[in-house]
């Protein structure tokens, strides 16, 4: 199948994606790496009018912390957590190097994106010792700080995700972890 023609845009910043976004409303679509959004456009599941590229959005790609808080940006690549000091100050004892290692591969599989990937469970993983897992933190009622943090990265980003969804139609978008209610209500305009 051929994907239905559309408008392509590179935005420069945030605030050009949300301008690009503005332009054509619910028909644009969000491109960020394309792992799962190309072969839905090729398979006609989804036929935007517009797609606006954020993929090399650099305010988006970035580890800091900020207090007692790391902050991990919506568009850091896996390569930069392993790179980060800052993770390694935050978290001295995760061994990033052997995280780097656990790499899941089944010959009769390749994953082109979450669309068709089945995320590994406890008993696909290798032997692994754990050393240290970051207490939790007094900022949420359960604890949870988000990306970076053992088991959570997958369920901050699907969080975020949903949230984002909620917030479209008031023409904002939240683009770092953890979400607080303070970080929502700021991205609405109501701090």
Do not use: W
Not at 61 to 82: N, P, S, Y
């Amino acid at each position: 199948m051929k994907a239905s023609a559309f408008a392509y845009a590179r935005a420069t910043s945030v605030a050009n994606a949300r301008e690009l976004l503005a332009v054509h409303g619910e028909k644009a679509r969000v491109l960020s790496g394309g792992q799962s959004l190309i072969p839905a456009i090729n398979l006609q599941l989804v036929g935007p009018e517009a797609i606006v590229d954020i993929g090399e959005l650099t305010e988006l790609r970035r580890i800091a912390v900020k207090g007692e808080t790391l902050v991990i940006g919506a568009l850091t690549r896996h390569a930069d957590l392993l790179k980060s000091s800052d993770i390694v100050k935050c978290a001295p004892r995760i061994e990033l190097n052997e995280l780097a290692r656990i790499v899941y591969f089944r010959p009769d599989t390749l994953p082109t994106g979450m669309v068709d990937y089945l995320v590994p469970m406890f008993g696909k993983m290798p032997d692994t010792d754990v050393g240290h897992v970051v207490s939790p933190t007094r900022e949420s009622e359960l604890g949870t700080k988000g990306a970076g943090e053992a088991g959570t990265a997958g369920a901050a980003a699907a969080v975020t995700n949903a949230v984002n969804d909620a917030l479209k139609p008031f023409g904002t978008i939240i683009t770092e972890i953890p979400l607080t209610p303070q970080v929502i209500l700021t991205a609405l305009g109501q701090i």
